[in-house]
Every structure is written in structure tokens, then in C-alpha cells.
């Protein structure tokens, strides 16, 4: 019954309710793999420019930890070096800041949500407020999933941790009998291993999250037949209004081929079915050209207009029936007809050269050349 009353959500999302949906700034988006992305190259940044940065706060640290006499009981020079310091420890800082920058937009990029922006989507809405959609939420499908991950999430970095704890335990210790300098080093060089190592972990949960977050977007998007319809009906107008408008463009275009019959050079029929307009200029054009054709109702209808201004009528059935099936308004006759369209000019030519012609407009040819291949 549900599928009766298209209340089923069983259709795909048409373009336009995917290009609303973005406008609403409804993309896909899976925060499982923006977070591993952010930390895989946050860690990658820090394992390359570590080093350059901790030299350079040291540096740094130590420069303004050695402040002469005259700049300590001097009011204004401590802000200026405090300034210079700062400066300084931003200008470490920026590349990574960068890098991080690069990595946050990567993300949503990945999934092709692009650059989004809505207003939309940051407005506030009081039915976030409500306690029962928020419960709704809590227990729908995509909060179970939530719980699952978190959980999943919580196994895989503790179980990792404490393998690579357990594994560089012996590192770990010998630090305190290390030099301060080198320990240091020593010291940041395992813990960015080991922030690598546990943000890795994170590309398991990446890999399964990623395709439920394109499912689950796709889901949320469907549509109900009903709804297609009325988009159909909004984007392309009601079917019977289409329909009014092309019967009201067919009879124009119908008008319009029958004002050209008069103007017509002779018109090729098959007495009880097809009836063919030609034109042809000699100086203008490179061969006849069909200004109408029609079949039963429209073609007695041509000729009909044919008789009223005098416009030579041929039988010729094979003819008309070739020329019929193989051509269009308002275009050339196809090279093949040449000769027998040829031969059909120049006989009405010929005719009207002739005083009495109009009495004989009403013509009959038979064995002209109709190639095999146009034979209808």
C-alpha cells in the first residue's frame, strides 16, 4: 500500500535535490576520515619540521632568557621584545599551521562535498532543541553507528598504544641517561612515532565509516515517487499544460508548411497517402529542397491547397514514397532522387511553357530511376 501512495522513499535523488541539498549544506561527509587526515599529516608535518621548530623556540627561549640589564629596567623595551618574540615563534609556526589548514580541507574534498558554504547550515533551528528528536537521533541508526565507532575507536588506539608503549619501553627508560640535548630530541622523535603509529589506526575506521557516510547520504536523499512527480512537474510544468503546448507548436509548424505549399514548384504524391512538396532554384539553391510533406489528412490537405493556386500535381508513388521516408523540412533532396526529381522538373518546366497547362496539372509519370535502396 505504501508503494500504491508513493509514500516509500525508493527513488534516487534527482540533480535538483542534490544541488538543494548542497545548497542547504547537506554533503557528505565522514569526520572519521577528516580526523585521520588531520593527524596523519599533522604527524607527517612534525616528523619533517619538528626539528626546525624546537631549534627555533630554543633559540628563541634562550635569546630572551639573556636580557641585558639596560632592557630589564627599561618600560618599553620589554613589550617590544616580547613582540619580536612572538613574531618570531609564529613565523615557526606558520608552515605547520598551513599544512593543517590544507589537511582540515582535504577531507570534505576527498568526498567531493567541494567548497560549500550555506548560511542554511549554520542557522539556528529551535527543533535541535526538541528532546524527543534529539532521542529519536540518539537511538536511529546513524547513533548506534556513532556508539559502534567510538567503541571500535576506543579498542584499536588503546590496543595500539599499548603495543608501541610496550615495545619502546626500553627507549623510554634509557632517556634519563641520555644527554638533556640529545634526550630531548630523543624524546620528541618518539613521540611523533608514536602519534603516527596510533593516528594510523585510524585509517581502519576511515575505510568502514567512508562508505556508510556515502550509503546514509544517499538514503536521506531519496525520494518518493510522488515527490519526483511534482519535481518533474515544477522543473518541466504540468504534463497536460506540455502537452497543450506542443499540439500548439505542431499546428503552427503545420501552418507554417502549408503557407509554403503555394510557393511549391510541384508537389510529387502517391494519390491516396503521400503528397511531397518541391522547391527548386535554379540560382539559389544547389538542389530541390521539401518545403512540406504530410501523409493521409495532410496530404490530401496539400493538395487540396495545390489545386487552389495552380501548383503542378505529379503521381508518381515511388517517388513520393522515397521522398517521403527520406527527407526533411526544409532540406535538399537526398543525391540518390536527383535524376527522378530531375526528370520530374523539367517535365513540369516544360509543361508550363504551354498555355493551357493548368488544365493538366494533374500529371502521371511512372518508370523513373528510384535507386533499389529507396524503394518504400
Keep these: 500500500m505504501a508503494e500504491s501512495t ?16 548542497r545548497e542547504r549544506g547537506q554533503i557528505p561527509n565522514s569526520r572519521e576520515l577528516n580526523t ?14 619538528g626539528p626546525y621548530v624546537a631549534f627555533g623556540m630554543a633559540e628563541i627561549v634562550s ?57 542554511e547550515a549554520i542557522s539556528f533551528k529551535w527543533e535541535k532543541l526538541d528532546p524527543i528528536k534529539g532521542l529519536k537521533r540518539v537511538f ?29 619501553a626500553d627507549d623510554y627508560i634509557r632517556l634519563s641517561d641520555e644527554p638533556v640535548k640529545q634526550g630531548l630530541m630523543h624524546t620528541g622523535e618518539l613521540l611523533i612515532l608514536g602519534f603516527i ?5 585510524m585509517i581502519l575506521v576511515a575505510a568502514v565509516d567512508v562508505p556508510f557516510q556515502i550509503w546514509d547520504y544517499q538514503q536521506q536523499l531519496k525520494m518518493t515517487r510522488q515527490e519526483v512527480k511534482d519535481e518533474n512537474k515544477d522543473t518541466e510544468g504540468n ?7 506542443r499540439r500548439m507548436q505542431r499546428d503552427i509548424a503545420q ?16 494519390p491516396e497517402h503521400y503528397s511531397v512538396a518541391l522547391k527548386y532554384d535554379q540560382d539559389a539553391m544547389g538542389a530541390p529542397v521539401v518545403v512540406a510533406k504530410g501523409v493521409d489528412l495532410i496530404a490530401f490537405r496539400i493538395r487540396a491547397i495545390a489545386n487552389e493556386h495552380n501548383v503542378p500535381i505529379v503521381t508518381a508513388p515511388p517517388l513520393a514514397r522515397a521522398l517521403h521516408f527520406t527527407t526533411s523540412l526544409n532540406q535538399e533532396i537526398p543525391a540518390s ?11 513540369v518546366f516544360q509543361l508550363k511553357r504551354h498555355k493551357n497547362w493548368k488544365q493538366k496539372r494533374d500529371l502521371k509519370m511512372g518508370d523513373l530511376p528510384i535507386p533499389d535502396d529507396m524503394q518504400f
Excluded at 606558520?94 to 550555506?118: D, E, K
Design 255 to 270: 501552418q507554417r508548411m502549408m503557407s509554403e505549399v503555394p510557393n511549391a514548384d510541384v508537389i510529387v504524391t502517391n
Design 6 to 21: 508513493g509514500q516509500e522513499r525508493t527513488e534516487q535523488a534527482t540533480p535538483r535535490r542534490l544541488q538543494q541539498a
Design 239 to 245: 504534463p497536460e499544460v506540455r502537452g497543450r503546448v
Design 197 to 201: 603509529a596510533i593516528a594510523s589506526t
Design 36 to 49: 585521520t587526515l588531520m593527524l596523519l599529516i599533522s604527524g607527517g608535518a612534525l616528523w619533517f619540521i
Design 140 to 168: 536511529a541508526l546513524r547513533g548506534l553507528v556513532e556508539l559502534l565507532k567510538a567503541l571500535v575507536k576506543f579498542l584499536i588506539i588503546g590496543t595500539v598504544a599499548i603495543i608501541f608503549l610496550y615495545n619502546q
Design 337 to 347: 532522387l536527383y535524376l527522378a526529381v530531375a526528370q520530374v522538373l523539367a517535365y
Design 63 to 119: 635569546t630572551n632568557l639573556n636580557v641585558s640589564r639596560e632592557n630589564i629596567f627599561d618600560p618599553t623595551a620589554m613589550p617590544e621584545l616580547f613582540k619580536e618574540a612572538m613574531l618570531d615563534a609564529l613565523g615557526l609556526l606558520v608552515p605547520f599551521f598551513v599544512v593543517v589548514t590544507v589537511a582540515a580541507i582535504a577531507g570534505p574534498l576527498s568526498l567531493g562535498g567541494g567548497f560549500n558554504f550555506s548560511t
